[in-house]
């Protein structure tokens, strides 16, 4: 029953091969107009930017990394990787209405674990996650994917270590999924 299910779910996405090359297209025409790659970490920081600016603006203004971002005549939001994170949102809920695949809230979790671990873990692989792209200078997407396109070494080297760490730690994760 449970293969039937996994088919059945598997019908209602993009074959992935499929995807991949949809990505690498998209990949590809993003660096032909912009001159850079993908990425959303970038949206995250001008989030955080302009949160802090509004809350604290005096604070913002004294500190370094705050202050290389902050200008009167260009707002933090006002970049394109803001536009592209909303916009990955925005396809993503058309994609899911499309497919049928929004329906009532509900956290999808194994059948070992709790609704309320899973979210749990989840939010802390989230922290952890935005906490690394900071110190890498980058998501996935910018590091290792728009790396790779480019051919630069440092692109193959993110690639290799969050695939690496992936596979190296799956087995203590594995009870948050099967």
Not at 122 to 134: C, M, P, Y
Request: one cysteine or more; proline letters at 3%.
């Amino acid at each position: 029953m449970q293969i039937k299910n996994l088919e059945e779910r598997s019908k209602q996405y993009i074959n992935p091969y499929f995807g991949g090359v949809l990505l690498g297209l998209v990949l590809l025409l993003t660096i032909f107009i912009t001159g850079r790659g993908l990425g959303a970490s970038g949206a995250v920081k001008s989030t955080v930017v302009a949160t802090v600016e509004k809350i604290a603006p005096t604070y913002a203004e004294k500190q370094d990394y705050y202050g290389k971002f902050i200008s009167d005549d260009k707002h933090p939001m006002n970049t394109w990787l803001v536009f592209e994170t909303i916009g990955i949102f925005i396809g993503a809920f058309l994609s899911g209405i499309f497919a049928g695949r929004v329906k009532k809230f509900h956290v999808e979790h194994s059948p070992k674990i709790t609704p309320k671990t899973r979210l749990i873990f989840a939010t802390l692989g989230g922290v952890l996650f935005g906490i690394g792209s900071q110190f890498g200078r980058g998501c996935t997407s910018g590091a290792a994917l728009s790396g790779t396109a480019t051919m630069a070494t440092a692109g193959f080297v993110a690639m290799i270590a969050i695939f690496g760490t992936g596979y190296l730690v799956a087995w203590f994760f594995r009870k948050l999924w099967i």
